[in-house]
């Protein structure tokens, strides 16, 4: 979606997947792995299967001072989403997937 509903629908989807289910029981399962691509001008920048969101940061003073809209949201928000990679590449994926091979 286009819209801040979009963008808070999305940043509760990336808090639920990335901590693991079964909370209260002896067993837990993995959190959801993601396949992370990033692109500039149509290249892969990076590019990784398999890696686990480890930490979101929501700052809703990305500008430096606060300023709200009307309702309440917040004018600007800065996001970070870090990864680990699970499964790292091997060399030769990397060569070709940077090289286009």
């Known amino acids: 979606a286009s819209d801040a509903s979009g963008v808070k629908e999305f940043l509760d989807d ?3 997947y990335m901590h693991p289910s079964g909370a209260g029981t ?3 399962s993995y959190p959801y792995f993601f396949d992370v691509t ?3 001008a149509k290249k892969i920048i990076f590019a990784s ?3 686990a969101l480890t930490n979101l940061t929501i700052n809703p003073f990305g500008s430096g001072l606060p300023s709200f809209h ?3 949201s917040p004018v600007h928000t800065s996001v970070t989403l870090e990864f680990q990679e ?3 590449k091997g060399a030769e994926e990397i060569q070709a997937l940077y090289r286009g091979g």
């Open 14 to 16: 990336m808090r639920f």
């Open 26 to 28: 002896q067993i837990f």
């Open 70 to 72: 009307s309702d309440g």
């Open 38 to 40: 990033i692109y500039a």
């Open 49 to 51: 299967q398999k890696a």
């Open 86 to 88: 699970v499964q790292p």
